[in-house]
Each structure stands twice: as C-alpha cells, then as structure tokens.
C-alpha cells in the first residue's frame, strides 16, 4: 500500500535518503510539518489541537519519534544540506596512509595463542616505554572517537596543504612547511621523512568542526584533545614491503612514538603585541599566532600505494549518520574505516565471524562483563550508522560451516 503523503518520515526513510536511495520531496515536507509543530509548540498550543491540524492518522508515539527525528535535522540543516542538496557536487576524496589505518585497526584476539608484546619488540623498545612509565597492553594506535575526528581533520589538512596529484612528487603529501628534515622513526637509529603542518588555530578549528563558527567552548576542547594526543604514545609494530633490485624485500618498522607534535609560532611582533601577549591575551594568538603541527611518519608511509580514501566531509557525514556527535562511538568509527579498508582493496562481500567483530569493535569489556545485550546493540548501532552512510548496502547474520554465528556485508562499490 502506498504511503500517505502526511506521513511521517521513518528512521528506515531516513537511511535510505542518506544513501541517496530515496526520493526528498518526503523529506521536505516533513521537516515542514516538524517547523510549524516547533512554533506551535512555542505559541502554547495544546498537543491534541497540534496533533489533529498536522498529524492526523498517527500514534502520539511517533509523533514524538519523528520529534524527535527531524528537530536533529532542523538543527543540523547545514549538515544535510550536502547529502540532500540538489546540486551536489562531487566530493573530494582525501588519502589516508593504509599503515596508519591499519594500526588503528589492530586488536589482540585472547583466543589466539599469541606471545606477549615484550617478547616480540626489541630492547630499544623495550627501554623507550620503560623510560615513559607508561603501560602498555596492546599494539597499535587506539582513539576515542573524538580522537579519530581529529586525526581525519589533521589529514585533510594535510591533504589541502600538500601537494595531493602528483604520487611521485617528493611534495606529495608533505605538509607545508619546506623544513621538515628527518625524524627517527623505526627504532635501531632509524630515520623518515615526517610531514609537517603549518596552520592558524583557526583552520584546524574549522576542519575538526566542518563549519566556520565556533564557540569559545568549541575552541577549548579541540585545543584540550589536541594537547591530549600529543601527549599520547603508541607501540607501532608494521612490515613495510618494497622493491630492491627488483626483489621484494620487508622492513619491520618498530617504534614507542606519540602521533603529533606541536609547536606554536608567532612572528612579526611589535611591542605592544608582545607585552599584550604576555599578560593573556588570546586575541593576538588566535589572530597571527600559528600552529606548526609535526605528524608522525606513519601518515604518510608509502601513501602512494598504500592507502585508503574516504570523502573529505567523512567526520561531517558520520555525525549525521549517527543521529549526532554523541552517537559517534569508538565502535562506529572502527565499523566504518573496516569497511572502508575493505573497499579500497577491492573487496565487497565481507564476513566475519561475530566474536571476532566484537573484539575488533573493542567491546571485550563487556563481555568479560557478561554484557551481551549492551554488545549487541553497539553493533547494530555501528552497522546502522554505517548504512547510513552509504557504505554498507546490505547485513545478513547466518551460522558459519563450524556452527558459528557470523555476519556478511555487502558493500557499495559506487560510495562517494
């Protein structure tokens, strides 16, 4: 049966728009009908008269939801704009090294026998982590979703900034800062090229955020997270494969390093600048003062042929897929950049089995905890955000050869 034309637009609606599947005449009407219930619910109009005039034939019970729904969509009308807008463009894609998602994806299986991480890095290693008192139980890089919105704005400016075209430019992807020099990088006196950014605070704010406005708080925090990382260290363990006189040869990359570096860097100051500066004043700082933000080599290790990409607007896509920057859990982002690895290696009917899923999502936790409702439901929350997206075309959950239970995904090979 068709639907009604005043009827209300349903979450699984809403997927389908977002992965351009639906058409948005729906849409825009419901968000009418959503902006004249705001107003009247501000004129003190009684529900049961709101209800009668634009909700006819529906349950207060999803009058409520869709509420609920498109007052996300009001607020965010910017946002949707790009997903619904009726010139879309096409979107940038920005690079991000396959070593660096690769280590962002790494997780220890408990049921593999597997030896401790002592006993595989080497003593250099060793000693770097003792020295930094820091304990450390896994390899690989782990962020907070957050984080991971950060890293995403620090590579797309490292894409605006860089020359992004040319993969045999010595400038591809190198930051914009001309002294970069060599960093050590792989233990045993090992050195590499690191990119560097040169930037004012005011373009990071504007990357992380997808928007040109922020607010004093908006500010602190991303200043907060990015002194946070940079304080963060990470065991990275990773074979690099490359060409030697025409054999395939392996370098083991092995290294204790925090992800960013930071510095910040003011020129051209008179007098009074300076003593303004130094009694507090954050006007001079945010206006001509500039960051020089040192990335690790990881970012841009053999990006010229290995790498993943995603739209330049990923972290703006996911908070709407998600129904809000609070949904954007560190389960969504593993599920999206999985699928967006398997993507850019050409594979597009994954499976995997679910205990595996769940280690891979990081929700060991709770299962030690026994916790089984709260697992599966971040995992149906990270497979839905992930649909939403685009990404994801169809899940299935079947039991394996072994009895096991597994899911299949099928991927969209035309995401943009």
């Known amino acids: 049966m068709k639907k009604k034309s005043n009827a209300a637009l ?5 997927e389908e728009l977002l992965a351009g599947k639906k058409d948005k005449t729906q849409l825009k009407h419901t968000m009418k ?4 219930t705001l107003k009247l619910q501000s004129e003190g109009v009684s529900q049961e008269e709101i209800s009668s005039s634009l909700w006819k034939d529906q349950t207060q019970d999803e009058i409520e939801r869709s509420l609920v729904l498109y007052k996300f969509i009001i607020d965010n009308k910017e946002l949707f704009a790009d997903i619904l807008g009726d010139n879309k463009k096409k979107t940038q894609k920005i690079r991000q090294s396959g070593h660096l998602t690769d280590q962002t994806l790494k997780y220890r299986d408990p049921n593999q026998n597997q030896l401790t991480i002592f006993d595989l890095i080497s003593p250099e290693t060793k000693e770097k982590i003792e020295t930094s008192a820091v304990e450390v139980k896994a390899e690989g890089i782990r962020l907070s979703a957050a984080e991971d919105k950060l890293l995403k704005a620090l590579n797309k400016l490292l894409h605006e900034k860089s020359e992004n075209r040319d993969i045999h430019s010595d400038a591809f992807y190198a930051g914009n800062e001309s002294h970069h020099g060599l960093s050590p990088y792989g233990g045993r006196g090992q050195e590499a090229k690191a990119p560097i950014l040169r930037i004012f605070p005011t373009e990071l704010y504007t990357a992380y955020l997808d928007r040109n406005d922020y607010s004093g708080e908006e500010i602190k925090f991303i200043k907060k997270l990015l002194n946070t990382l940079s304080q963060k260290k ?12 025409g054999k395939e040869v392996t370098d083991r990359i092995e290294d204790f390093q925090s992800l960013v570096k930071i510095m910040s860097y003011i020129e051209g100051l008179s007098d009074s600048d300076l003593k303004k500066l130094d009694s507090g004043d954050l006007e001079i700082r945010e206006k001509r003062g500039e960051l020089i933000i040192g990335l690790n080599p990881i970012f841009v290790d053999q990006i010229n042929t290995k790498y993943i990409e995603y739209p330049s607007d990923i972290n703006k896509r996911t908070t709407i897929a998600a129904g809000g920057h609070r949904f954007v859990t560190e389960s969504v982002v593993i599920m999206r950049d999985y699928m967006l690895r398997e993507m850019s290696a050409k594979r597009f009917r994954i499976e995997i089995n679910e205990e595996r899923l769940t280690y891979l999502l990081r929700l060991d936790n709770y299962i030690k905890d026994r916790k089984k409702k709260i697992v599966a439901e971040r995992i149906a929350n990270a497979i839905t955000t992930v649909k939403n997206l685009g990404i994801i075309l169809e ?14 995904f099928v991927l969209n090979k035309e995401f943009e």
């Open 234 to 245: 990470f065991l990275i363990v990773y074979d690099r494969r490359r060409k030697e006189n």
């Open 33 to 36: 009908q959503i902006s004249q």
């Open 10 to 14: 349903s979450q699984e609606d809403l």
């Open 395 to 408: 899940v299935e959950k079947m039991k394996g050869m072994s009895g096991q239970t597994k899911y299949v």
